[in-house]
């Protein structure tokens, strides 16, 4: 089954920029959207971002315009950068794979998630 493994995020200022990587196992790009989720507290597991087989991308819409979701299919790494950062963006990050969809409950592999903490 596909393996994911996040990196890339810490602590930060507000307005400050990160990038946060998923390295997935290969073929994992072709057989299924890549999502990033982010969990705070206490709150539900949504939705960031999510890139499918063909390129295509969705975005929360509290990220628009501020985060970009990319992929490199040569090194199968999934980025997330992120900027302008807020610290209502505090959450462990975490990257699945799965349908092209919203819901978390649709994503089948989840890796074990890297926290980002955004300071005012």
């Known amino acids: 089954q596909p393996q994911l493994v996040e990196s890339g995020g810490g602590s930060v200022q507000a307005g400050d920029s990160l990038r946060l990587s998923c390295a997935a196992s290969a073929g994992t790009f072709s057989r299924y959207t890549i999502g990033w989720f982010r969990q705070s507290p206490g709150k539900e597991r949504d939705l960031v971002a999510a890139?499918?087989?063909?390129?295509?991308?969705h975005y929360g819409d509290s990220v628009k315009d501020r985060f970009t979701i990319s992929a490199d299919h040569a090194s199968s790494t999934v980025y997330l950068e992120m900027n302008n950062l807020k610290p209502e963006d505090t959450a462990v990050y975490y990257c699945?794979?799965?349908?092209?969809?919203?819901?978390?409950?649709?994503?089948?592999?989840w890796g074990q998630g890297t926290q980002v903490t955004v300071s005012s």
């Open positions: 699945a794979a799965g349908q092209w969809a919203i819901r978390a409950e649709q994503y089948y592999y």
């Open positions: 890139i499918n087989q063909r390129g295509g991308t």
